[in-house]
């Protein structure tokens, strides 16, 4: 069975940064695209940034140029670097892997338990 772990949320004022971490650990096969998404209080949860295996990333408008995506397959893990951080920021943030699976139905997708971000003025 395969779990994810996030770290790196917390507190910081407008103008700050934060480096969010998420690991993936357990019985893994292959692991396919990787991306964080966040969810802000009363709105869906939307896409942030996603990384293909390959390490094609792609972002959403609001955070283009302010945040990057990156992972390292030797570690199983995803990182997003998040600079001057807006409170508009502000949400849970959550992990989301594909899984290649060695046998039917060959692939899984994956949370994570979600992270708070909280950005001051």
């Known amino acids: 069975q395969v779990q994810l772990h996030e770290s790196g949320g917390g507190s910081v004022q407008a103008g700050g940064s934060l480096r969010l971490s998420c690991v993936a650990s357990g019985s893994i096969f292959g692991i396919g695209s990787m991306g964080w998404y966040h969810r802000a209080p009363g709105e869906q949860r939307e896409l942030v940034a996603g990384?293909?295996?390959?390490?094609?990333?792609s972002y959403a408008d609001s955070v283009k140029g302010r945040f990057t995506i990156s992972r390292d397959n030797t570690k199983n893990t995803v990182y997003l670097q998040m600079n001057s951080l807006k409170p508009e920021d502000t949400a849970v943030y959550y992990c989301n892997v594909d899984l290649v699976l060695d046998r039917f139905p060959y692939r899984d997708n994956l949370w994570g338990q979600g992270t708070q971000v909280t950005v001051s003025s």
């Open positions: 990384i293909t295996r390959g390490g094609v990333t």
